[in-house]
């Protein structure tokens, strides 16, 4: 769907009929991505000046429409990993030719066994990017303790960026919920203070948690309010 949003061509017709149900409950979607996609370059650019030269793409979709392997400096590589395994065939196969990334199977919920395989230098600082995914993971599976799990495990000079949708507008929330539901399975909507709680025991940078489309600069422009963005360190 994520592609979709974006204007791409690699959806699934499935896919594309879930994002039209979607974005006829909440036409701003689509911009709301886009400001999302923003947001992963500006992040990892910042990262990338910081120094940091792996990256762990959590979630990731398809990596098409300017993604992060597109963003790094020489040297650098990441890693995408999605639970879909449609996605990650169609991945690897977008990514034959890239030096510089790989995918792999692996669900946010299992985030030792994700890091366990993810081929990564843990001893070294780790880009950890969970951009819209968090958003369907339910307080079922408990969150904010899969982060605090991750937190241990990141080397000093790792990063954590989120972005995650925003629960705002109580009619646009219950929109866009009910679509979800009936068209691919759970999304939950969070406020700014659910974020945050999110992320209890992470040193979390200025400035702060924001509108998608204000980070790094809480005075820009708040765009559709409908994520939220921040980055953090262990």
Avoid: K
Wanted: glycine residues 8%.
């Amino acid at each position: 769907m994520y592609d979709y949003y974006l204007g791409g061509t690699e959806a699934t017709p499935v896919d594309q009929a879930a994002a039209e149900q979607v974005l006829a409950a909440a036409p701003q979607v689509r911009v709301a991505v886009r400001e999302n996609r923003q947001f992963l370059d500006r992040v990892v650019t910042h990262l990338a000046a910081l120094g940091i030269r792996q990256f762990l793409d959590l979630g990731s979709g398809l990596p098409t429409q300017r993604n992060v392997h597109e963003l790094l400096p020489p040297g650098a590589r990441v890693v995408y990993v999605d639970y879909d395994p449609h996605v990650v065939d169609r991945s690897r196969t977008l990514l034959a030719d890239v030096d510089n990334a790989t995918c792999l199977l692996g669900d946010v919920r299992e985030l030792d066994a994700i890091l366990d395989g993810c081929e990564l230098d843990l001893s070294r600082p780790v880009g950890v990017l969970m951009l819209a995914v968090l958003n369907f993971v339910g307080d079922e599976d408990d969150p904010a303790g899969l982060l605090t799990a991750l937190r241990p495990r990141l080397a000093e000079g790792s990063h954590l960026a989120v972005s995650h949708g925003a629960r705002e507008d109580a009619d646009l929330v219950e929109g866009i919920q009910s679509r979800y539901q009936r068209a691919s399975g759970q999304a939950v909507l969070r406020t700014r203070e659910e974020v945050l709680g999110l992320l209890a025991g992470w040193r979390v940078e200025p400035p702060g948690v924001v509108y998608g489309a204000q980070w790094p600069h809480a005075s820009a422009d708040p765009g559709t309010r409908l994520t939220f963005a921040v980055l953090c360190r262990p």
